[in-house]
């Protein structure tokens, strides 16, 4: 008897990208997560709004929300001067 072929239904999660850019020691949450931005400054999210916060020792954290549209990339920029 042969095996018969099984059809798995794919469900694909609409993700878009946010390119941070920020200093390498400064650390980057979205929705209260951590994200390692060591390999790769693009994170993909869902649309809609998420909270962000930038940490860096000696500086004052920076909280925002922001809105990730259908079909962006949004960019944020935080660095602190040289």
Known sequence: MKDKL???????????????NKD????????????DLSDSNIVKLKPGVHKIKF??????????????????TATINVKTSS
């Open 6 to 20: 099984k059809i798995i239904p794919v469900v694909l999660l609409e993700q878009y990208n946010l390119k941070v």
């Open 24 to 35: 390498d020691d400064a650390e980057f949450y979205v929705d209260s997560a951590y994200y």
């Open 55 to 72: 940490k860096k020792s000696g500086f004052k954290d920076i909280e925002a929300n922001i809105k990730v549209k259908k079909g962006e």
